[in-house]
């Protein structure tokens, strides 16, 4: 089956937190992106940065981060469960708040098929090496 492509592009840093690092149409998420090593390697950090810029520009995406650790392949995702549970297109009626507030990690792979799938809608994420973008 063809999948529609996506207009996948960085955003321009020059704007501060008016828009996101990436964006991937119609992808519902606010993406910070973070490429470090060692000690300030911190996705959840990442994402607290993601939910911060959502607040301040009163935007309705939802924030998460997508972090790689130099000199590592694998690249890793940091969303809250509530995050998780609306891409998934569960409800979040009956659902202890406390616990919408955790963090989760995924890998990428498993991210990007969550995109490709959320809300019965098809995005095309490209695989890229977001290393080099952050």
Request: overall charge negative; charged content about 15%.
């Given at each position: 089956m063809m999948m529609k492509q996506s207009a996948v592009r960085r955003s321009d840093q020059g704007k501060g937190a008016k828009e996101p690092d990436l964006v991937i149409p119609p992808c519902p998420c606010w993406l910070e992106?973070?490429?470090?090593?060692?000690?300030?390697?911190?996705?959840?950090?990442?994402?607290e940065q993601a939910e911060r810029d959502v607040v301040q520009c009163g935007s309705d995406l939802l924030p998460v981060s997508i972090c790689h650790q130099s000199k590592r392949q694998s690249i890793e995702v940091c969303m809250r469960v509530?995050?998780?549970?609306?891409?998934?297109?569960?409800?979040?009626?009956?659902t202890?708040?406390?616990?919408?507030?955790?963090?989760?990690?995924?890998?990428?792979?498993?991210?990007?098929?969550?995109?490709?799938?959320?809300?019965?809608?098809?995005?095309?994420?490209?695989?890229?090496?977001?290393?080099?973008?952050?």
């Open positions: 992106l973070q490429d470090a090593t060692g000690h300030s390697y911190h996705p959840l950090r990442k994402l509530g995050t998780l549970l609306t891409l998934s297109g569960l409800s979040l009626v009956n202890n708040l406390e616990a919408l507030l955790f963090p989760v990690i995924l890998d990428y792979e498993h991210f990007k098929s969550l995109l490709e799938t959320c809300h019965g809608k098809q995005t095309s994420v490209e695989s890229r090496n977001y290393s080099q973008v952050s």
